[in-house]
């Protein structure tokens, strides 16, 4: 490796400096038009993208709920029939786990890990493209098919024989499998692209255990996302040959098995909790640590934890089961795995607890909704011990009780901590800062809402209202409790109503949000709100494990790197010791093919299987035309060796060693 | 005028082997997905064989030959055939990263023959397979199986096809050499796993 230092003025913009920066502006430009914006592979663009659609799919999941909370009101209901009922709660749970939690997470990583890694993108830029549109066109699958109502209607997990070819004909559960395969594409793109930043981006200095937790929670979720994901795309994929083709997968007459989709479903579905909710760690360990101004108590213990975490979550999944024929050892020992996981879970919320100990805190809406999170997770966390006692899962199993501990868990570990995360990087995304009032607003409707919903279930479960029930009579006594959750529903869907109402009038009336409004610790605070094209002018060269607040005087950076192509360093996995100037592929339409032949593939799929050939044909015509038809980024040998860029260092480089 | 210390790496490569590229992590963070795909397939093999008591299970048709366990011959001889190309394509990998651009691309041609000869006889193993991918849950999961691993043949072979064209008509540049290594791994994954699934399909009927 050749590295050599020299100075550099600190006071960095120079006439130079300007040149250079304008050179940057236009080689790391967002191609103009409407086809720019499909061809566009800036990592920020791309995770806003993810956002907004993801957000969008937030409301309409939040849609379904209301419908259901309104159906559920009083006993003998006929807002909604059976059958939209069961489209309504299937396509509510499709949407929230599979539309919103884990692609929103995904966003966040894909935004915030190269700017906190100090890198100008992530590492495969098309193919984070191409997972965004593969994400979009299964969620318009969805709801095109919701819509026309052919919506999937036998639950979010779509067990078989319900969901098989004899009970579930019709075009429903395959839309629902097909739909499954996209998204978990994309989030397996976006694993991909998402470890290779982390590994092979980071700025020099910022060796493994000086990774920010935030990167961390990312790193491991994505691990977990490579292995959990292959698992329910063959449960669907098995599903959808069962329906089409006639195989015999979960068909016992022909010595299929019914437990084997379960176990397939489950063993995605456990860790897909933790994909869900180690992010949300991520974004509370930031938060805490600019909010009570300290370093992060037992960096170690939590970096730990989150691996153990990763590791105890693929233990778990049979305790989904409990109500099936399964031999009883083989439940004891996921008891004992379910239990254990709180170990992990409760290392880090001590941790956090510690961080904050004495400190002095700034208790901003991010904080607010961090502290809302401790207390509604740990309540969830309770009734999941309890749920991982056999006995008493097999009396509450598929009751409300189990409706009211996953929306804790999911809500409470999950949503509570993105609404913080929201408040506290939209700042960052958009240059504006959000109200403080209505954020205040926001948190209390939120807290108050969700637990007037959700708390009420936890009773009606152990009086025995079964979920999943269209209606239920006025004699069960279940009435009131009914009422008052949705009165709660209410209350929650105000909650976000103001949230969205703050963020519109942040965007005009906002204060602007300077580099770093919180004091915060990780490179991102170090760049403009929003961040410019290219992310970092140079490469900043880290100095401890909160970058920011470790930085001395001399705030050293990386020189070198061509402003005429977009280059950007890559590093060793361990170490980030500068190993390459690596040129990132630039905007490109080719993504955006790939994924419509995706498109024809599964869709069409549905109707023929002649789509997989014509499919094929169509992947690999665009594969060709982006291996070879294109001239930005392909055609290195034009632009090596890069002669051209060095008149343009000459002056900067005479300055610094003349100083 | 108050200086900063920096980093010049204006020196330094744009490509390197191995680790050194994104392109090498890349490749083998799908390979992993895969690789737990083709855990998850096998698994299943194994838990559908709990429902059966012979395995696979008897012929329904009396038809000659009686025998139910899949036809050794195509499998095994795309076992050799694919074994041996690990030679030539380590060879192949070598030349790349030695620039040697003639070794390469002869290498490349016979890679992507054999490529294609591995296809036409995955195409008569489904057929050495006693039942079709609708008889039963056996022929289903075998079917399977045998489709998956033809389905990155392909891939694979289509890939050799496009770096084939490349080291024949473009520039042998360091950006296509390190794509060349990155193939390499790719297909002894393809290998390595047929060795795997071809004992699972054809050997532990047999013996397990």
């Known amino acids: ?659 | 005028m108050s200086t900063r210390t920096a980093i010049d790496v204006s020196n330094l490569p744009h490509h390197g082997f191995d680790t050194f590229d994104t392109i090498w992590w890349g490749n083998n963070l799908l390979l992993a997905i895969e690789t737990s795909m083709f855990v998850l397939l096998i698994a299943t093999y194994y838990y559908l064989r709990q429902n059966f008591n012979l395995w696979p299970p008897p012929l329904a048709q009396l038809t000659a030959p009686l025998d139910p366990l899949p036809d050794l011959s195509f499998g095994t001889a795309n076992l050799v055939l694919l074994l041996l190309s690990c030679g030539l394509m380590f060879w192949v990998d070598l030349s790349a990263r030695r620039e040697s651009r003639a070794g390469a691309q002869i290498g490349l041609v016979i890679c992507l023959l054999i490529g294609a000869i591995a296809i036409v006889l995955r195409s008569f193993e489904f057929s050495a397979v006693k039942f079709r991918w609708d008889s039963n849950a056996y022929g289903s999961i075998v079917w399977f199986i045998l489709g998956m691993h033809m389905f990155h043949l392909i891939t694979l072979s289509c890939e050799t096809l496009l770096l084939t064209i490349w080291s024949w008509t473009r520039p042998f540049d360091m950006k296509h050499r390190v794509d060349i290594t990155a193939l390499a791994v790719y297909w002894y994954w393809v290998v390595g796993i047929w060795i795997v699934l071809y004992s699972v399909i054809y050997l532990t009927p047999r013996f397990g």
């Open chain 1, 1 to 659: 490796m050749v590295e050599r230092s020299q100075n550099l003025p600190v006071d960095a913009y120079t006439e130079a400096d300007e040149r250079e920066i304008k050179e940057l502006e236009r080689v790391w430009a967002c191609p103009p038009g409407i086809i720019g914006w499909f061809t566009d592979t800036d990592h920020k663009a791309i995770a806003l993208r993810y956002v907004v659609t993801a957000f969008v799919f937030f409301l309409f999941g939040g849609i379904e709920a209301a419908l259901m909370r309104i159906q559920l009101a009083r006993p003998e209901n006929h807002f909604l029939n059976p059958d939209l009922y069961n489209q309504v709660f299937t396509v509510h749970g499709t949407t929230m786990m599979f539309l919103f939690a884990v692609p929103i997470m995904t966003a966040l990583g894909v935004y915030l890990v190269p700017l906190m890694v100090g890198a100008r993108d992530v590492a495969f830029p098309r193919l984070n493209n191409y997972g965004y549109f593969v994400y979009l066109i299964g969620g318009i699958l969805l709801y095109v098919s919701f819509i026309l109502n052919t919506g999937p209607d036998a639950g979010w997990f779509a067990y078989v024989p319900l969901s098989g070819p004899g009970y579930s004909p019709g075009k429903r559960v395959d839309i629902w499998a097909q739909m499954i395969t996209f998204t978990e594409i994309s989030a397996l793109c976006g694993a991909v692209v998402v470890i290779g930043t982390i590994f092979k981006m980071r700025a020099p200095g910022m060796s493994l255990h000086r990774l920010p937790l935030f990167v961390w929670a990312q790193l491991v979720t994505s691990f977990m996302i490579i292995f959990a994901m292959p698992a329910v795309m063959l449960a669907s994929s098995f599903l959808a040959s069962d329906r089409l083709i006639d195989t015999h997968f979960f068909n016992p007459a022909e010595g299929g098995d019914a437990i084997l989709y379960q176990h397939m479903f489950w063993f995605f579905g456990h860790p897909e909790v933790y994909i869900i909710f180690i992010p949300a760690l991520g974004f509370i360990s930031s938060i805490v640590t600019t909010f009570a101004r300290r370093r992060i108590f037992g960096y170690t213990a939590m970096v730990l934890s989150l691996i153990a975490t990763a590791f105890l979550g693929f233990g778990l999944w049979v305790h989904h089961m409990f109500a099936t024929p399964l031999p009883q050892l083989g439940q004891s020992f996921f008891t004992a795995a379910s239990m254990m996981i709180a170990i992990p879970s409760g290392v880090q919320i001590f941790c956090w607890i510690a961080t904050m100990w004495g400190a002095k805190l700034n208790i901003k809406t991010p904080l607010l909704f961090v502290l809302g999170f401790v207390a509604i997770f740990v309540l969830g966390g309770l009734t999941g011990v309890m749920l991982a006692s056999v006995p008493l899962d097999l009396q509450i199993h598929d009751t409300f009780f189990v409706v009211a501990h996953l929306h804790y868990v999911l809500i409470g570990g999950s949503v509570f901590p993105l609404f913080g995360a929201f408040y506290y990087w939209i700042p960052k995304w958009t240059g504006r800062m959000l109200s403080e009032r209505l954020g205040h607003w926001n948190f209390w409707l939120m807290f108050i809402g969700f637990n007037l919903v959700f708390f009420p279930m936890h009773q009606l479960g152990l009086q025995g209202m079964p979920r999943r029930v269209y209606t239920y009579l006025p004699n069960g006594g279940w009435g009131s409790l009914n009422l008052l959750a949705s009165i709660g529903a209410l209350i929650l869907a105000l909650g976000v109503a103001v949230f969205i109402v703050n963020f519109l009038w942040a965007r005009r009336f906002g204060l602007i949000a300077n580099a770093n409004p919180w004091n915060a610790d990780t490179l991102e605070w170090s760049l403009a709100s929003p961040p410019p094209d290219y992310n970092f002018y140079r490469i900043p060269v880290v100095e401890g494990s909160n970058a920011l607040w470790d930085r001395s005087a001399e705030n050293p950076v990386v020189v070198g790197l061509s402003s005429t192509k977009r280059e950007t360093l890559v590093t060793s996995v361990v170490d980030a010791v500068p190993e390459l100037r690596y040129e990132l592929p630039g905007p490109s339409i080719w993504p955006l093919l790939l994924a419509l032949a995706t498109a024809e593939t599964f869709i069409v799929g549905i109707f023929t299987a002649w789509a997989f050939a014509i499919g094929a044909v169509l992947t690999f015509g665009v594969f060709i035309g982006w291996f070879f038809g294109d001239p930005n980024y392909e055609n290195v040998a034009a632009k090596e060796p890069p002669q051209s860029e060095e008149p343009h260092r000459a002056p900067e480089v005479l300055r610094a060693e003349n100083a």
